[in-house]
């Protein structure tokens, strides 16, 4: 849902056929050095502060203490201003450190800038996403648009049970966030065509930003990127690119000396299969990447092959990317006789009939950490003091059961590893809410009825049903469709329908996405957009089409008395029924009614609004 609104979110801002322009560019080889004008521009920084309002972690402030709640106060044309100067002489503020405990005990440390540098690396993202996407392979799985574990996932079955592939490479990079090399980055940017010198010294004096401890200390980093950085994420796939390209340059993509066929699938996906075939008359050692950020695996044939591979890998890693991986987490599995651990599942080759298939389930890890999560939620619920308090705690405890089972579904056996966590669970549910656990009563959430109706474990407090952790059903994991692709127009329709709206409607809604109120906030002014488009250009009373000169963004309770530039506070209405709604003297009102002509319904609308606003209704 979050990957469509922000193809919406770039419709809106009139920005998407600029980002498939540079998406196009990408793929021929262009390079780019002129990249600052459209990373600055008034409509990217706006669609920036678009794109991270809704984030959760957007409410947490860096070493400022700012978030978004002090953004979103500040005037549109102010907050272009702000960050715009801040390109011209960027200078980040220091980056607040913060550990995060882990599954292990241990803790993760987590980088925090600013909200406005935040906002920066926002604007930075949405250039450079489009230009990297074009340059990535397409087994690198982790932080990219229409991209998930679940694709990774069917790589690894299908090596395994199509390519029978039974030894794999299992390389863990020790601290690969906090060991990024910083001159080895910038050169890899330049290989892509990302040579704008501006940018580059940017991101360069982001990388170097100093960093605030807990304990107060100041670190000044030579290498790494921030976990937490919007852009980290990006600056370590166009790091490990170079080994995925170079890992397929050793066999998938390496020329032959025989000749072959080359065929095509339905879907205009080229078929290596003959290209496999004369490969496999050489000596060359078959592998097969997948990835997922950090996290990835090598598949070979032989374990001969396997173990060069191993120190092949290793040694690319410290030469290339001055990294080091770690020893005791690396090694090379024989997939017939131990299990892999792969984002938090665990893979094996079985034996069915005459062929091996995977046989997956949750790693242990994943079974203790999501089990005591669920015990301390049902802690939480029973230590609740009111009744919306238990509902609330008790939704957010079938959140988390959804959100187990929306993920680990792809695991073969997670039935089994979802009803040994129910078992666990069934004696912290009677020991703490045996007294307010009933077995019948009536599921009220569509959603929870539709998915977990059927179930007999279904258990109720207070009315609400809980989500039965056991109750789940394996689901195969699926490729990516090949034409799905965020930068293309054949691409997003396969992930979204465009706006359909006609001429008129488009042209309005970039004029609104572009103009300019004195004294508005960033918020009132975005949301306006927002309106316009739900909307689809009418009047919310009058359902007639609005021109620009008629459109109104009326506050629902005024700010007057205490209303917000919130969406839910806001609607768009005509010019005439604006005034109508806040008129008071007779004569105007009489006036404007004359104009209108409204018919009942549309009366009553009015009457609503004007009745929110403190007026009585006509």
């Given at each position: 849902m979050t990957k469509k609104k922000k193809l919406r979110h770039s419709e809106y801002y009139d920005l998407q056929g600029c980002f498939d322009k540079l998406y196009t560019k990408s793929k021929q080889s262009?390079?780019?050095?002129?990249?600052?004008?459209?990373?600055?521009?008034?409509?990217?920084i706006r669609l920036a502060y678009r794109n991270i309002k809704r984030n959760s972690g957007s409410h947490t402030g860096g070493i400022d203490r700012l978030n978004i709640k002090d953004i979103e106060k500040i005037s549109?044309?102010?907050?272009?201003?702000?960050?715009?100067?801040?390109?011209?002489?960027?200078?980040?503020?220091?980056?607040?450190?913060?550990?995060?405990?882990?599954?292990?005990?241990?803790?993760?440390?987590?980088?925090?800038?600013?909200?406005?540098?935040?906002?920066?690396?926002?604007?930075?993202?949405?250039?450079?996403?489009?230009?990297?996407?074009?340059?990535?392979?397409?087994?690198?799985?982790?932080?990219?648009?229409?991209?998930?574990?679940?694709?990774?996932?069917?790589?690894?079955?299908?090596?395994?049970?199509?390519?029978?592939?039974?030894?794999?490479?299992?390389?863990?990079?020790?601290?690969?966030f906090d060991n990024v090399n910083h001159s080895k980055l910038m050169r890899q940017m330049w290989a892509l065509g990302i040579r704008d010198k501006q940018l580059i010294c940017i991101i360069k004096e982001m990388l170097k930003a100093p960093i605030i401890m807990p304990d107060g200390s100041t670190q000044y980093p030579t290498k790494g990127t921030p976990q937490g950085g919007i852009l980290s994420p990006l600056l370590a796939n166009i790091v490990l690119n170079e080994l995925d390209w170079w890992i397929s340059s050793q066999w998938e993509?390496?020329?032959?000396?025989?000749?072959?066929?080359?065929?095509?699938?339905?879907?205009?996906?080229?078929?290596?299969?003959?290209?496999?075939?004369?490969?496999?008359?050489?000596?060359?050692?078959?592998?097969?990447?997948?990835?997922?950020?950090?996290?990835?695996?090598?598949?070979?044939?032989?374990?001969?092959?396997?173990?060069?591979?191993?120190?092949?890998?290793?040694?690319?890693?410290?030469?290339?990317?001055?990294?080091?991986?770690?020893?005791?987490?690396?090694?090379?599995?024989?997939?017939k006789r131990y299990y892999s651990e792969f984002l938090g599942f665990k893979l094996k080759a079985v034996r069915k009939g005459g062929k091996f298939i995977v046989r997956s389930h949750m790693s242990d890890k994943a079974v203790k950490r999501e089990t005591e999560k669920l015990k301390e939620q049902i802690k939480a619920i029973e230590h609740c003091k009111n009744a919306a308090d238990g509902v609330e705690q008790i939704l957010r405890y079938n959140s988390m059961v959804i959100g187990i089972h929306n993920y680990y579904q792809y695991a073969t056996f997670v039935n089994i590893d979802c009803k040994s966590i129910q078992f666990r669970l069934n004696a912290v549910l009677h020991n703490r809410l045996k007294w307010r656990l009933e077995k019948h009563g009536t599921i009220r959430r569509k959603y929870i009825a539709q998915r977990y109706g059927a179930s007999q474990t279904v258990r109720f407090i207070n009315g609400e049903a809980l989500c039965p952790i056991g109750y789940v059903q394996t689901k195969n994991p699926m490729y990516k469709k090949k034409k799905i692709c965020k930068y293309t127009t054949e691409g997003r329709e396969e992930i979204h329908r465009n706006l359909k709206f006609d001429e008129t409607v488009m042209t309005v809604l970039h004029v609104l996405a572009r103009a300019y109120l004195p004294n508005r906030s960033v918020e009132y002014m975005d949301n306006r957009v927002s309106l316009y488009a739900a909307q689809c250009g009418k009047c919310a009373v009058t359902g007639k089409v609005l021109w620009i000169d008629e459109i109104h963004c009326h506050h629902k309770k005024p700010l007057s008395q205490g209303g917000t530039d919130k969406y839910k506070n806001l609607i768009i209405v005509h010019i005439d029924v604006h005034k109508l709604i806040h008129a008071t003297k007779p004569q105007i009102i009489q006036a404007y009614l004359d104009k209108i002509k409204p018919d009942k319904s549309q009366l009553d609308k009015i009457n609503e609004l004007r009745m929110l606003a403190g007026n009585t209704a006509i």
């Amino acid at each position: 849902m979050t990957k469509k609104k922000k193809l919406r979110h770039s419709e809106y801002y009139d920005l998407q056929g600029c980002f498939d322009k540079l998406y196009t560019k990408s793929k021929q080889s262009d390079v780019f050095t002129n990249l600052m004008d459209i990373i600055s521009s008034e409509e990217n920084i706006r669609l920036a502060y678009r794109n991270i309002k809704r984030n959760s972690g957007s409410h947490t402030g860096g070493i400022d203490r700012l978030n978004i709640k002090d953004i979103e106060k500040i005037s549109a044309d102010k907050l272009v201003e702000i960050i715009q100067r801040k390109f011209r002489y960027y200078k980040p503020k220091p980056v607040k450190r913060v550990e995060i405990p882990k599954p292990n005990g241990k803790t993760r440390p987590l980088g925090i800038p600013t909200i406005v540098d935040r906002l920066v690396q926002q604007c930075i993202l949405q250039v450079l996403e489009p230009i990297c996407e074009a340059k990535f392979h397409e087994r690198s799985n982790g932080f990219r648009p229409n991209r998930s574990a679940e694709h990774a996932l069917a790589q690894c079955y299908k090596m395994i049970q199509q390519q029978n592939l039974y030894f794999v490479v299992d390389v863990d990079i020790k601290g690969f966030f906090d060991n990024v090399n910083h001159s080895k980055l910038m050169r890899q940017m330049w290989a892509l065509g990302i040579r704008d010198k501006q940018l580059i010294c940017i991101i360069k004096e982001m990388l170097k930003a100093p960093i605030i401890m807990p304990d107060g200390s100041t670190q000044y980093p030579t290498k790494g990127t921030p976990q937490g950085g919007i852009l980290s994420p990006l600056l370590a796939n166009i790091v490990l690119n170079e080994l995925d390209w170079w890992i397929s340059s050793q066999w998938e993509n390496m020329p032959t000396h025989n000749e072959y066929k080359l065929s095509f699938a339905s879907n205009g996906t080229a078929n290596k299969g003959n290209a496999y075939s004369a490969l496999r008359k050489s000596r060359l050692k078959e592998m097969y990447i997948v990835r997922y950020a950090d996290d990835f695996k090598i598949f070979c044939r032989k374990r001969s092959d396997a173990d060069k591979v191993f120190i092949a890998v290793k040694q690319w890693l410290k030469d290339r990317l001055s990294l080091e991986i770690s020893e005791e987490k690396s090694k090379v599995v024989n997939l017939k006789r131990y299990y892999s651990e792969f984002l938090g599942f665990k893979l094996k080759a079985v034996r069915k009939g005459g062929k091996f298939i995977v046989r997956s389930h949750m790693s242990d890890k994943a079974v203790k950490r999501e089990t005591e999560k669920l015990k301390e939620q049902i802690k939480a619920i029973e230590h609740c003091k009111n009744a919306a308090d238990g509902v609330e705690q008790i939704l957010r405890y079938n959140s988390m059961v959804i959100g187990i089972h929306n993920y680990y579904q792809y695991a073969t056996f997670v039935n089994i590893d979802c009803k040994s966590i129910q078992f666990r669970l069934n004696a912290v549910l009677h020991n703490r809410l045996k007294w307010r656990l009933e077995k019948h009563g009536t599921i009220r959430r569509k959603y929870i009825a539709q998915r977990y109706g059927a179930s007999q474990t279904v258990r109720f407090i207070n009315g609400e049903a809980l989500c039965p952790i056991g109750y789940v059903q394996t689901k195969n994991p699926m490729y990516k469709k090949k034409k799905i692709c965020k930068y293309t127009t054949e691409g997003r329709e396969e992930i979204h329908r465009n706006l359909k709206f006609d001429e008129t409607v488009m042209t309005v809604l970039h004029v609104l996405a572009r103009a300019y109120l004195p004294n508005r906030s960033v918020e009132y002014m975005d949301n306006r957009v927002s309106l316009y488009a739900a909307q689809c250009g009418k009047c919310a009373v009058t359902g007639k089409v609005l021109w620009i000169d008629e459109i109104h963004c009326h506050h629902k309770k005024p700010l007057s008395q205490g209303g917000t530039d919130k969406y839910k506070n806001l609607i768009i209405v005509h010019i005439d029924v604006h005034k109508l709604i806040h008129a008071t003297k007779p004569q105007i009102i009489q006036a404007y009614l004359d104009k209108i002509k409204p018919d009942k319904s549309q009366l009553d609308k009015i009457n609503e609004l004007r009745m929110l606003a403190g007026n009585t209704a006509i």
